[in-house]
């Protein structure tokens, strides 16, 4: 805080001073080394929303969100038991992160940039069209999920 006359600083007798107040460190607060906290990773938003929908099948284990399958290898098994819809959703699901791998993550972020589009699509067919990519998109991600919790992913 300091204290000014309006008319400019005067000197002599009456003058006014300017006067400094600043907050007093705390004693060897300052100097201290602070303790540092280990940074907790933000979860995923596309799987907070999918793990907050209890009738969706969810994963026994969490890390097998990440774990990178063979794209290639997925859409033979996928089109090995007649699941075309869930195979074609495989082959560009999450392509644009990793072209050779996919993962149930990969997926769900795709379903969640897909209600993206879906809200700037210009027309109704274009809206139908994103939003059964996006029904299959959460298709395979249910599949990949049961298979997952199966062992056979």
């Given at each position: 805080?300091?204290?000014?006359?309006?008319?400019?600083?005067r000197?002599?007798?009456?003058?006014v001073?300017?006067?400094?107040?600043?907050?007093?460190?705390?004693?060897?607060?300052?100097?201290k080394?602070?303790?540092t906290?280990?940074?907790?990773?933000?979860?995923?938003?596309?799987?907070v929303?999918?793990?907050?929908?209890?009738?969706?099948?969810?994963?026994?284990d969490?890390?097998?969100?990440e774990?990178?399958?063979a794209?290639?290898?997925?859409?033979?098994?996928?089109l090995a038991e007649?699941?075309?819809?869930?195979?074609?959703?495989?082959?560009?699901a999450?392509?644009?992160?990793?072209?050779d791998?996919?993962?149930i993550?990969?997926?769900?972020r795709?379903?969640?940039?897909?209600?993206?589009?879906?809200?700037?699509a210009?027309?109704?067919?274009?809206v139908?069209q994103l939003?059964?990519?996006r029904?299959?998109?959460?298709?395979?991600a249910?599949?990949m999920?049961?298979?997952?919790?199966?062992g056979?992913?």
């Open positions: 805080m300091s204290l000014m006359p309006v008319d400019g600083p000197s002599g007798e009456g003058a001073m300017e006067m400094n107040v600043s907050r007093p460190v705390l004693a060897g607060g300052f100097w080394k602070q303790r906290q280990p940074v907790k990773r933000a979860k995923d938003a596309s799987l929303r999918w793990e907050s929908q209890p009738w969706r099948r969810q994963l026994r969490a890390a097998e969100y774990r990178p399958v794209r290639a290898a997925l859409v033979q098994a996928l007649g699941l075309t819809m869930d195979a074609d959703a495989a082959r560009f999450g392509a644009s992160e990793d072209r791998c996919i993962s993550a990969q997926v769900l795709f379903a969640d940039t897909l209600v993206l589009r879906m809200a700037l210009c027309t109704d067919d274009h139908l939003a059964h990519l029904r299959d998109a959460e298709d395979l249910e599949r999920i049961e298979w997952a919790n199966a056979r992913l």
